[in-house]
């Protein structure tokens, strides 16, 4: 039986003196795609945060794809985030933000393999981020997520901003980013978590 | 080579906002303006405050557009993705350092025409300046570099910056700007080598101790 994509155990962590996460446990197991509920404030996204390796737990461990946390450096490449909103460099198009992406990772840059998950969203290749609207952004965020192929793919309200075909596509690249790894992704949209998560855990407010 | 990745696209960037060079070369105007009226007309007081006017307008520029380096990260919220990146978090660094130094040398070969032209340092010592600038300048965007980057999520940042990096960078400045008043009074080469030497070692500890200390202080 193959290892836990993620394991948090009784992690903590504080932003001053304001404890946002008391003691947070939680496992993703390989093709599970794991919805986080709660309400705002819960910590949602800064367990997603500290999972991505972006922040560090002041108690706890965190363990992923096998090996502790602060131990992992190539595997690092393996993680895709989509925060909310995404952030892309606004200056750029949306063509030069992928072909940035693979850069920055390591990867060979392939051109055409930017214009094709741009055209797979429907995204114009040439238009800078900033005239995008948030709705372009978030499928910006899907065609880097498709380019990229994590195999822990962290998402924070990934429905917001996007209609109806955008939710479709959505949907579809969560189910792609499971298979070969597993999903972990924060949401208020409780009809949204259901129809699209293997497992739903409720993440409650404590103090 | 992902630092050179990462060096040509802010430089992209900064090429097409253009925000930190104008307001670095703004700032160096305003100061040149106010120091040239303050030493008033006389040449031999012009020709004493060169080499240090030159240097005090390079290091409070510098730190502008150190500020810069990381603002575009902040600006863009896209820290988290170099964070991401694979690999050990050096090169973030390293590429932050490479795009701050090619705007200083810039920034720095337009200070000495100004300086020339306004306080008679003598261009036609310019190689002797140009390593001054290399060496000088190397030493004060591997601090500055680094400790913008430490303080790039910090609100307070653009004050705690000066803070951090001038108590650090002093004898950088000091040893850049003797040797430059070595070239300007045409003193001895061996005198102002020997400033050269002392910079190059303030090089390289810096260096070395920011690309080991960066991936630890860079997580927040």
């Known amino acids: 039986m193959s290892e836990p994509v993620v394991e948090v155990g009784n992690v903590w962590k504080r932003f001053g003196r304001q404890w946002v996460l008391r003691d947070v446990s939680l496992v993703v197991e390989p093709g599970e795609i794991v919805a986080l509920l709660g309400p705002n404030g819960v910590g949602k996204t800064t367990l997603l945060r500290v999972i991505a390796t972006l922040i560090r737990p002041q108690r706890g461990q965190v363990r992923l794809f096998g090996k502790p946390a602060k131990r992992i450096e190539q595997e690092r490449g393996w993680i895709g985030l989509v925060a909310n909103p995404p952030a892309f460099y606004r200056h750029l198009s949306g063509e030069e933000n992928l072909e940035q992406a693979l850069a920055l990772a390591g990867r060979p840059i392939r051109r055409e393999q930017a214009l094709a998950a741009m055209a797979d969203v429907g995204l114009p290749p040439s238009r800078p981020v900033m005239a995008y609207s948030s709705g372009m952004r978030k499928r910006l965020a899907l065609a880097r997520t498709l380019l990229m192929q994590p195999r822990l793919l962290l998402l924070d309200e990934p429905e917001t901003a996007l209609d109806e075909a955008g939710r479709e596509r959505l949907v579809e690249v969560i189910h792609t980013a499971a298979r070969g790894g597993a999903v972990l992704l924060a949401t208020h949209d409780r009809s949204f978590a259901g129809a699209v998560a293997t497992r739903r855990v409720a993440m409650e407010a404590r103090g | ?220």
């Open chain 2, 1 to 220: 080579m992902r630092a050179w990745v990462l060096a040509l696209r802010d430089l992209r960037l900064e090429w097409r906002g253009r925000a930190g060079l104008l307001s670095a070369f703004s700032f160096i105007a305003v100061v040149l303006f106010i120091m040239g009226i303050a030493f008033g007309p006389d040449e031999g007081n012009l020709r004493r405050a060169g080499p240090g006017v030159l240097w005090v307008a390079l290091a409070f520029a510098g730190s502008l557009l150190a500020s810069r380096a990381w603002a575009i990260e902040v600006e863009n919220e896209t820290l988290d993705e170099l964070l991401l990146a694979p690999g050990s978090r050096e090169w973030i660094y390293v590429g932050k350092l490479l795009f701050l130094w090619v705007l200083m040398m810039v920034m720095g070969a337009f200070l000495l025409v100004l300086v020339a032209a306004w306080f008679y340092l003598p261009l036609a010592a310019w190689p002797q300046l140009l390593v001054t600038l290399v060496l000088g300048g190397t030493g004060y965007t591997a601090v500055s570099a680094f400790y913008a980057g430490l303080t790039v999520r910090l609100r307070a940042r653009d004050v705690l910056l000066y803070l951090l990096v001038f108590p650090l960078i002093l004898p950088v400045v000091l040893a850049a700007v003797k040797a430059t008043i070595g070239i300007a009074f045409g003193a001895d080469i061996a005198e102002v080598v020997s400033w050269w030497k002392l910079l190059g070692v303030f090089d390289v500890v810096y260096l070395t101790l920011c690309v080991l200390l960066f991936p630890g202080v860079i997580e927040g």
